[in-house]
C-alpha cells in the first residue's frame, strides 16, 4: 500500500510533524511520497528516513493560502491509497478538500493506528475515544505528537512540479497580530494567578509565559478583589468564569472551593504554590511545590526551548 | 443571491455524554442543539440578508430530531430550511454529496458553516464540499461582508489575521465570530413555529443508497486520570515540562 | 457549570415546541445576562436599564395578552418566562410581572380602545414601563379600605393619597392606580408628567435590591377625565390583575428553587469533609432528597393550574394554593440551601442567600401567605375568617 504524505509547514521550514507522519506510514508499510506545497521544506523532507520520494510543487499560486487552489494543484500528483497529513487547520483543510476530490472518506485528526485498517481519534471535545475502521484509498490526518518520528538519515530524490494555478483568494490587508491576549473563556491553555502572586505587577511574568503558550492569562477572586488592577474579565471561578482548557496553570492560588469550581474540569491541572498543604493540589496532575518566583523563570525557558525544538 | 447555511445538530456541549454497549448512548442526551461554530455561521447569513445579499436557506442532514435546528434558524431569520432526512451514520463523501446536491438546488454561491462539528470535531466538510461543488474555501473566518460582487473574509492565516478578498463561489468555514449570537424573539419563535421545512430523502437528491466506507468499532471513555504527581522545588520544572509534552500531551 | 434545571418528572415532554423555544430564550438570556451582574446589581441596588431593553426585545412583556402588539402566548409559557427570570432573581421576574400582569393586563382587560391603543404597544416593546398602585402604608392585606381618593372636578379628576411598596414605581411612565371614586374602587392612568404626583424611590431594602421600590404620592394630582379605566369597579379590578401576577409567581418560585437546589447539589458534591464529599452524608441526602420532592411537586401545581389558565376552566383559590405552596417551599429550599453551603452560603458568591432573601418579599407580596390560606380557608369551609364582624 502506497502512501502519500502532505508535509506541513511551519514559518518557512519544515514542521516536525511531518517525520512523525512518515513514522507513521513506515509502521503501516509500503512506499512513502512526501509531497510538499510550495516546496516548503523538500529538502529536509528528502533527509526523514524511509521517504522513497519528495515531489516539491511550485507556483505562484503557494504565495497566499487558497485552500482550494492548492487542492487544485496538489490532488493530481497525490497518488497514494493512503493520503495522511497533519490535523492542523491547514492540514484539514487540504486533507479534506483532496479526498473530496478523489471521493475517498476522511477521518480527522487520528491518534493511533492499526494495520488493515483502524484508527482511533476523540470525539465530542475529547470527552470520548473513538475507533473506526477503515480501508484504502482512504485520507487521515493525524494528531501531532501522537506518533513516533521517523529518524534522520535518508535521502530520497527530490522532483520539482511547477504549477500555475489561477488563486481566488487574495490578501488584502494584515490585521492586529495574532498574539493579541485571549479571553479565558476561549483559551486551550490558561495560566492564573492568584494572591500568592504578591503584587499585581506580578502578573508580567505570567503574561511572558502566556505569550510563549498563546495561553490566556487568569486570576483567582482573591486577586480580582485585592488588586483593581486585575479587572474582573480575567476571574476564573464561582462567580468568575468556568473554564474547560487542555491545560490550566496556576500560580500562587491556594485552591479554594470557589475557584475550583470553575476549573476543576481542565483536562490537566498544573499547580505552583509554595505551601506543600494548598487545596490547589489535591485536584493537580501536576503539582510543584515552589515559590513562583523560582519556578516560573524555569518554566518560561523550557516551555521556549521545547517549543522552538 | 443567497447564502446556504449548513448546520449540524450535536448534543449540546454541556450535555453528558454517556457510552452504553461501546457505543455513544445518543437516548440518554437531554439536549441538542445547532454545533456552535455553524451558529456564527448562521449570524453573518442573517446579517448579510439584512444587508440586502438575498434570502438565507438553513440546511441540515439528519434524523428527525435535527428539524428543531431548522426551527431555531427559521427564529433568528432563516428564509427556507431544509431537512436531508437520513437516520445513518454518514462518511465524509456521502454527507458532502447530499449538501452538495442541496445546495445545488438553492443555486446559492455563497456557502457558510462552522469549520468543524461539536461532536466529530473534524472540519472535513467545508473543504470537501467545496471541493465537490467547484467553489473555493476560506476557512476559519470570523465575519465575512460582501460588496460590489466580491466577498470579504477575516480569516486567521498562517502569518496572522488577515482580511482576504475572494470572487466567485465560495464556502466559509466559521470560527467563533466576531459579531455576538443574536437572541431570537418571541415573534421569531411564532413565525418559525409556521414555517414549513422541506424534507428531503437522499433520493429525492438523487442520491442512492451506499455504504458509509468508514465503520465505528468502539467509544470508550478516556481512561480515569492518573492520580496527581507532586514535585519539589523549581528544579522539577524540566521533568514537569517533559510530562506536559510526553505525558499529557497539551503542549 | 452547565445549568440543568430539575425535571424530575419531565415537565419537559408535556411543552410544546414554541413554549421549550421561548423558555430557552430566557434561560439563555438570564445566563448571559443576568447571572454574570446580578450580584453587582443587587449590591449597588439598581436595576439595570439594559435588562429593561434586552426583556422589551425579547417580546415576553405581556406575555398572555393577544393583540395591540402584545405576545399571545399561552399562560404556561407565560409561567416559564417567570420561571427563567426568577431562577436568576425574584426582582427581575418582579419588574415583568408587574409591567405584564399589573399594568398591562388592566389596560387590556377593563380599558378603552384608545388607551389600549396608547399604552400597550410600547408597555409591550418595555419602552413605556408601567406600575400598579394598589397597597398604601396602612392598607396591605386589606386593600378594600384604602383611603386613596378620587374626586370628580368636572374637567378632571384630583388624586390625593400614597401608595407605598410599588415595584417600578420611580421608573414608570404610567401608574395604574386604584382609587375610591365616590367611595367605590376606580382604576386611573397616572402619568409620570402629571402634576402633584411624585414617585420617591424606597432605599434600604435587604430584599429585591436589584428592584426598583417606590412610593406613589399624589397631592391634588390632576389626571384628564379620559384616564379611568371604564369597564371595571370594585376590588374585582386589582383581584384579576393579581391572580395573574400570582400565577406567574407559583412558576418563579419553582426557579429559584431550581437554582437554590443546583447550588446546593454542585456544592455538596465539591465540599469535602472527613474524608468524604458531604453529599454522600445522609443528612445532606435528606435535604436534598426533599428539596427534589418539593420542586417535583411545586412543577406539578404550577403546570396543571397553567393548563386551566389556558383553557378557562380555573378558579381563584386554585392559583391562591400554588403562590403560597410555591412560594413558601422555595423559601425554605432556600435555606435549606444555605445550610448545605455552610458557610459559603452567606457570600455572594453563590445565589441562595440572596433567593432566600428575595423569598422574603415574594412570600408577602400578591397575597401573603396566611392570606392565602384564609382564602383557601374560605373556600373550603366558606366562613371568611379574615376579619372579625364588628
Known amino acids: 500500500m502506497s502512501t502519500t504524505v502532505i508535509s506541513e509547514s511551519n514559518n518557512g521550514t519544515l514542521h516536525p510533524v511531518t517525520a512523525q507522519l512518515v513514522g507513521a506510514a513506515s509502521s503501516l508499510g509500503g512506499p512513502i511520497t512526501v509531497i510538499c506545497p510550495g516546496g516548503v521544506g523538500a529538502s529536509d523532507a528528502a533527509k526523514i528516513s524511509g521517504v522513497a520520494n519528495v515531489i516539491s510543487v511550485v507556483g505562484d499560486c503557494f504565495e497566499t493560502y487558497d485552500c482550494s487552489a492548492w487542492s487544485k494543484t496538489l490532488s493530481p500528483l497525490v497518488e497514494g491509497e493512503l493520503i495522511l497529513s497533519s490535523s492542523s487547520a491547514i492540514g484539514r483543510e487540504l486533507i479534506s478538500s483532496i479526498s473530496a476530490t478523489k471521493g475517498i472518506p476522511v477521518v480527522q485528526d487520528v491518534t493511533s493506528l492499526k494495520n488493515s485498517f483502524s484508527a482511533t481519534r476523540t470525539i465530542y471535545s475529547g470527552k470520548v475515544i473513538e475507533e473506526v475502521s477503515i480501508s484504502p484509498p482512504c485520507a487521515i490526518s493525524l494528531r501531532v505528537n501522537s506518533f513516533e518520528s521517523a529518524a534522520d538519515g535518508g535521502s530520497a530524490e527530490v522532483s520539482t512540479v511547477n504549477v500555475s494555478q489561477e488563486v481566488a483568494v487574495a490578501v488584502k490587508q494584515a490585521l492586529a497580530r495574532a498574539s493579541e491576549r485571549l479571553d479565558v473563556s476561549e483559551a486551550d491553555i490558561i495560566i492564573s494567578g492568584g494572591r500568592g502572586m504578591g503584587e499585581p505587577a506580578n502578573f508580567s511574568h505570567l503574561n511572558e509565559v502566556a505569550d510563549v503558550l498563546g495561553a490566556a492569562v487568569g486570576a483567582s477572586r482573591a486577586a480580582v478583589d485585592t488588586w483593581g488592577e486585575i479587572p474582573h474579565s480575567m476571574q476564573v471561578g464561582q462567580t468568575g468564569k468556568t473554564v474547560t482548557p487542555n491545560l490550566y496553570i496556576a500560580v500562587g492560588i491556594s485552591g479554594a472551593i470557589q475557584h475550583l469550581a470553575g476549573m476543576r474540569s481542565s483536562k490537566f491541572i498544573l499547580a505552583i504554590n509554595k505551601d506543600p498543604e494548598a487545596p490547589i493540589f489535591g485536584v493537580a496532575d501536576y503539582g510543584i511545590v515552589s515559590t513562583w518566583e523560582d519556578a516560573l523563570p524555569v518554566l518560561k525557558e523550557q516551555l521556549i526551548e521545547l517549543l522552538s525544538n | 443571491m443567497g447564502v446556504a447555511v449548513l448546520l449540524k445538530q450535536v448534543p449540546d456541549t454541556t450535555a453528558k455524554i454517556s457510552i452504553s454497549g461501546g457505543r455513544v448512548d445518543e437516548g440518554s442526551i437531554t439536549k441538542w442543539s445547532i454545533s456552535p461554530y455553524d451558529e456564527y455561521a448562521l449570524e453573518n447569513a442573517i446579517q448579510l440578508k439584512e444587508a440586502g445579499f438575498g434570502d438565507v436557506v438553513a440546511?441540515?442532514?439528519?434524523?428527525?430530531?435535527?428539524?428543531?435546528?431548522?426551527?431555531?434558524?427559521?427564529?433568528?431569520?432563516?428564509?427556507r430550511l431544509i431537512h436531508i432526512l437520513t437516520d445513518s451514520y454518514l462518511d465524509s463523501i456521502q454527507v458532502q454529496s447530499l449538501l452538495s446536491a442541496a445546495v445545488k438546488e438553492t443555486g446559492f454561491e455563497v456557502v457558510m458553516c462552522g469549520k468543524q462539528a461539536a461532536d466529530t470535531n473534524s472540519g472535513s466538510?467545508?473543504?470537501?464540499?467545496?471541493?465537490?461543488?467547484?467553489?473555493?474555501?476560506?476557512g476559519g473566518v470570523t465575519g465575512v461582508s460582501i460588496d460590489g460582487g466580491l466577498a470579504y473574509a477575516t480569516r486567521l492565516g498562517p502569518s496572522g489575521l488577515e482580511k482576504v478578498e475572494v470572487?466567485?463561489?465560495?464556502?466559509?468555514?466559521?470560527d467563533k465570530g466576531d459579531s455576538e449570537l443574536r437572541r431570537p424573539n418571541v415573534r421569531g419563535i411564532m413565525m418559525a413555529k409556521k414555517k414549513p421545512i422541506d424534507s428531503l430523502l437522499p433520493n429525492d437528491l438523487g442520491i442512492g443508497d451506499s455504504n458509509s466506507m468508514v465503520v465505528i468499532k468502539d467509544h470508550s471513555s478516556p481512561p480515569e486520570k492518573q492520580p496527581g504527581q507532586k514535585f519539589v522545588g523549581s528544579e522539577s520544572v524540566p521533568e514537569v515540562v517533559e510530562k506536559l509534552r510526553g505525558e499529557a500531551n497539551v503542549i | 457549570m452547565a445549568y440543568e434545571a430539575l425535571d424530575f418528572y419531565d415537565i419537559d415532554s408535556l411543552l410544546t415546541e414554541e413554549e421549550r423555544m421561548v423558555r430557552d430564550m430566557v434561560r439563555d438570556w438570564v445566563e448571559d445576562r443576568v447571572l454574570p451582574n446580578i450580584e453587582d446589581a443587587c449590591r449597588d441596588g439598581v436595576f439595570p436599564d439594559e435588562w429593561r431593553v434586552e426583556i422589551g426585545e425579547m417580546g415576553i412583556l405581556g406575555a398572555p395578552l393577544k393583540g395591540y402588539g402584545c405576545?399571545?402566548?399561552?399562560?404556561?409559557?407565560y409561567g416559564l418566562i417567570c420561571q427563567e427570570l426568577e431562577r436568576g432573581d425574584s426582582g427581575v421576574r418582579s419588574f415583568a410581572s408587574v409591567q405584564g400582569s399589573l399594568a398591562m393586563y388592566p389596560i387590556w382587560d377593563f380599558g378603552s380602545e384608545e388607551q389600549k391603543e396608547k399604552y400597550l404597544p410600547g408597555m409591550a416593546k418595555g419602552e413605556l414601563v408601567g406600575c400598579f398602585g394598589l397597597t398604601e402604608p396602612d392598607y396591605g392585606s386589606n386593600p378594600g379600605d384604602m383611603i386613596t381618593r378620587a374626586e370628580d372636578k368636572g374637567d378632571h379628576f384630583l388624586l390625593n393619597g400614597a401608595k407605598m411598596w410599588i415595584t417600578n414605581g420611580t421608573i414608570a411612565d404610567l401608574a395604574v392606580v386604584w382609587a375610591k371614586l365616590e367611595g367605590e374602587i376606580r382604576?386611573?392612568?397616572?402619568?409620570?408628567?402629571?402634576e402633584g404626583f411624585s414617585a420617591p424611590e424606597m432605599k434600604g431594602k435587604h430584599s429585591l435590591k436589584a428592584s426598583v421600590t417606590s412610593e406613589?404620592?399624589?397631592?391634588?394630582?390632576?389626571i384628564p377625565k379620559d384616564r379611568i379605566l371604564p369597564s371595571v369597579k370594585g376590588l374585582r379590578g386589582p383581584f384579576s390583575c393579581l391572580n395573574n401576577a400570582r400565577y406567574g409567581i407559583s412558576w418563579g418560585a419553582v426557579g429559584a428553587a431550581q437554582s437554590c437546589f443546583n447550588s446546593a447539589r454542585e456544592y455538596a458534591l465539591s465540599r469535602i469533609q472527613f474524608g468524604h464529599p458531604i453529599a454522600s452524608f445522609q443528612l445532606v441526602q435528606n435535604k436534598l432528597s426533599w428539596m427534589?420532592?418539593?420542586?417535583?411537586k411545586g412543577q406539578l401545581l404550577a403546570f396543571h393550574i397553567g393548563k386551566k389558565k389556558d383553557?378557562?376552566?380555573?378558579?381563584?383559590?386554585?392559583?391562591?394554593?400554588?403562590?403560597?405552596?410555591?412560594?413558601?417551599?422555595?423559601?425554605?429550599i432556600a435555606r435549606m440551601s444555605r445550610d448545605i453551603h455552610g458557610a459559603n452560603g452567606i457570600l455572594d458568591e453563590y445565589p441562595v442567600m440572596r433567593h432566600m432573601a428575595n423569598l422574603e418579599s415574594v412570600k408577602t407580596y400578591e397575597g401573603t401567605h396566611d392570606i392565602h390560606n384564609l382564602i383557601l380557608g374560605r373556600h373550603i369551609t366558606g366562613i371568611q375568617s379574615f376579619t372579625r364582624e364588628p
Open chain 2, 59 to 79: 440546511i441540515t442532514c439528519g434524523p428527525a430530531r435535527a428539524a428543531k435546528c431548522l426551527t431555531e434558524a427559521a427564529a433568528v431569520g432563516a428564509d
Open chain 2, 125 to 138: 466538510t467545508g473543504p470537501g464540499l467545496a471541493s465537490t461543488l467547484g467553489f473555493s474555501c476560506v
Open chain 2, 167 to 174: 470572487g466567485g463561489p465560495c464556502v466559509f468555514t466559521f
Open chain 3, 71 to 77: 405576545p399571545g402566548l399561552s399562560y404556561i409559557a
Open chain 3, 187 to 194: 382604576g386611573f392612568i397616572v402619568e409620570k408628567g402629571d
Open chain 3, 216 to 222: 406613589l404620592v399624589f397631592q391634588d394630582c390632576k
Open chain 3, 292 to 296: 427534589l420532592r418539593e420542586i417535583t
Open chain 3, 311 to 332: 383553557d378557562g376552566s380555573w378558579i381563584p383559590e386554585q392559583i391562591s394554593l400554588a403562590k403560597m405552596n410555591n412560594v413558601d417551599m422555595a423559601l425554605e
